[in-house]
């Protein structure tokens, strides 16, 4: 059993749930996750009981700093990726990032794992691209469940480049346990895959009968403005909109000789994100 303490910023979230699941199961006992979405973090602690979980708003100092005494590993997950208020994005990445570096400086953490995005390198121009990031597919798969029919913005032709978040989370423990010292590594996907056929995999795996239907671009961007007037939290909005529709591609290293790590193809993730007798039917909030 590893006992090395390993605190993790954000780690209710997609990646923080996946990435706990898989500690647990290489024998990490000591994980911290601190972060402020108090419906994650409930579901945190019903699937991860004997782990230390902590609500806190790290944006503000508090009481949550004292847990970096001791820690041996940061891995840096915490971020607002979806919203209509720029001050927001300010407060809970920048403000959220320099209290948290801040407090590997003071108590000498030896290690840090600092998670970003890869649209930072986008051509949209957006509070994410000033940050940004894509609904994940467990999203995409409860709204279709939600609504009568899936809209599909235009002819649905936008690239993707989707990374299984199990291989994801493998390269982080590659990262710990190799103890990369430098870098910036851009861990895209390795396949390329139009986002009408990512929904499509989405309803053959879940077998929804949710039909997928096209809306010309101008006429979807009208009613993503629309709802938002009246919804301060939107599922989507206009700004995610632009910037699906970016004609992005993004570097792709080989990261599995890099770290070690297959690489799962899109399918077999899909099948694997839908049909996990433990985990798939946990659904998160965002």
């Known amino acids: ?8 910023p954000g780690g209710a979230g997609l990646v923080g749930q996946n990435l706990i699941a898989r500690f647990r199961t290489q024998g990490y006992s000591n994980i911290v996750v601190l972060d402020k979405h108090r ?3 409930a579901v945190l602690k019903k699937v991860q009981p004997d782990i230390t979980v902590e609500f806190a708003d ?3 100092p508090g009481d949550w700093l004292r847990h970096f005494d001791g820690a041996e590993v940061v891995v840096m997950l915490q971020a607002q990726i979806g919203g209509n208020y720029y001050q927001e994005f300010v407060r809970n990445n920048l403000n ?5 570096l801040d407090a590997i400086k003071a108590n000498k953490v030896p290690y840090l794992v600092h998670i970003s995005s890869s649209v930072i390198e986008s051509a949209a121009d957006d509070f994410y691209t000033r940050w940004f990031d894509r609904k994940h597919l467990g999203w995409l798969s409860r709204f279709m469940q939600k609504v009568p029919i899936f809209p599909i913005p235009g002819l649905g032709r936008y690239m993707r480049q989707p990374l299984y978040v199990g291989d994801f989370c493998e390269i982080i423990i590659s990262c710990i346990e190799n103890r990369v010292c430098d870098g910036v590594y851009n861990i895209s996907g390795h396949e390329k895959v139009d986002y009408i056929d990512i929904i499509r995999a989405i309803k053959q795996a879940t077998q929804s009968r949710t039909p997928i239907v096209r809306i ?5 961007y009208l ?3 629309t709802w938002a007037l009246f919804d301060k939290n939107p599922p989507f909005t206009t700004q995610q909109l632009a910037a699906l529709s970016t004609k ?4 792709v290293i080989d990261w599995p000789g890099i ?3 297959p690489y799962t193809p899109f399918q077999k993730a899909v099948d694997e994100t839908f049909n996990d007798p433990r985990y798939s039917s946990i659904a998160l909030e965002f």
């Not at 059993?1 to 993790?8: A, F, G, R, S, V």
């Open 1 to 8: 059993m590893n006992e090395n303490k390993i605190i993790l």
């Open 223 to 225: 009613l993503l403005w």
């Open 259 to 261: 770290f070690g790590v």
């Open 216 to 220: 010309p671009y101008n006429l979807f």
């Open 58 to 60: 790290l944006a503000e």
């Open 248 to 251: 992005d591609e993004f570097e």
């Open 96 to 100: 959220s990032t320099q209290l948290i």
């Open 39 to 41: 419906a994650n973090l």
